[in-house]
């Protein structure tokens, strides 16, 4: 599966952005998707995932409350909705994806196996 990432750029502190990541390939519903993201000078770290099948939702606790996740299988969608975004939520959101992944892994990014390109968002104060 190939995976795009869009949706970023310039957001006020207090504001919100919805990232898309669009996929192409088969068996798009067999595949979990999950987003994460790389500050500057930091490591890449998970934000959220949804599973494939009945679509689990996963999120880290910087983004429960703050982000909502969903996929749209007929469209190959997974969509993040941000709200309340902090300048420290700037950063590169990546989408990413592993054809049925086990539970204890969709925020491991070594186990997401396809990556999109990755969109940038910066949170302003």
């Known amino acids: 599966v190939q995976l795009q990432a869009s949706g970023g750029g310039l957001v006020q502190a207090g504001g919100s952005r919805r990232l898309s990541c669009s996929a192409s390939?088969?068996?798009?519903?067999?595949?979990?998707v999950a987003w994460f993201r790389q500050a500057p000078d930091k490591e890449r770290e998970f934000v959220s995932a949804v599973k494939y099948g009945i679509g689990t939702t996963y999120y880290s606790d910087f983004a429960k409350g703050r982000f909502t996740i969903s996929r749209d299988n007929d469209k190959k969608t997974v969509d993040l909705q941000m709200n309340s975004l902090q300048p420290e939520d700037t950063a590169v959101y990546y989408c990413a994806a592993a054809s049925f992944l086990h539970d204890d892994y969709y925020g491991t990014d070594r186990y997401h196996n396809f990556w999109g390109q990755g969109t940038k968002v910066t949170v302003s104060s």
């Open positions: 390939g088969r068996a798009f519903n067999s595949y979990t």
